[in-house]
């Protein structure tokens, strides 16, 4: 079992940045792929970004690739979204997910969730 909490969501303006964190705990942090997905009211949940067990790989969606960034940190079992020049569209629910051993771009892969945080970009 891995449990994930994710923090950091809030209110901020259009332009501006907050950087999410989802702290892990439960099984070897290290030896799970990571993700961070959004659901905003009335769409489906989308693929942000991801990185691989050991860190050295990363992947994007295009609608987010040059502005968000995703990192972790073994030695804090915790994975960190950076979000830049955030837009009214980024307004979501933020949800980290973690899979063993591979990263993936479709949520039904992720057996491991957390509860979300909100991001809510006023323009």
């Known amino acids: 079992q891995v449990q994930l909490v994710e923090s950091g969501g809030g209110l901020v303006q259009a332009g501006g940045s907050l950087r999410l964190s989802c702290a892990a705990s439960?099984?070897?942090?290290?030896?799970?792929?990571m993700a961070w997905f959004r659901q905003a009211p009335g769409k489906e949940r989308e693929f942000l970004a991801a990185i691989s067990w050991g860190g050295a790989n990363t992947y994007y969606a295009d609608s987010v690739k040059g502005r968000f960034t995703i990192s972790r940190d073994g030695a804090k079992n915790t994975v960190y979204l950076q979000m830049n020049s955030l837009k009214s569209e980024d307004t979501a629910v933020y949800y980290c997910?973690?899979?063993?051993?591979?990263?993936?771009?479709?949520?039904?892969?992720?057996?491991?969730w957390g509860q979300g945080t909100q991001v809510t970009v006023s323009s």
């Open positions: 997910a973690a899979n063993e051993p591979y990263s993936d771009y479709r949520s039904s892969v992720y057996d491991y």
């Open positions: 439960g099984r070897t942090f290290s030896s799970y792929a």
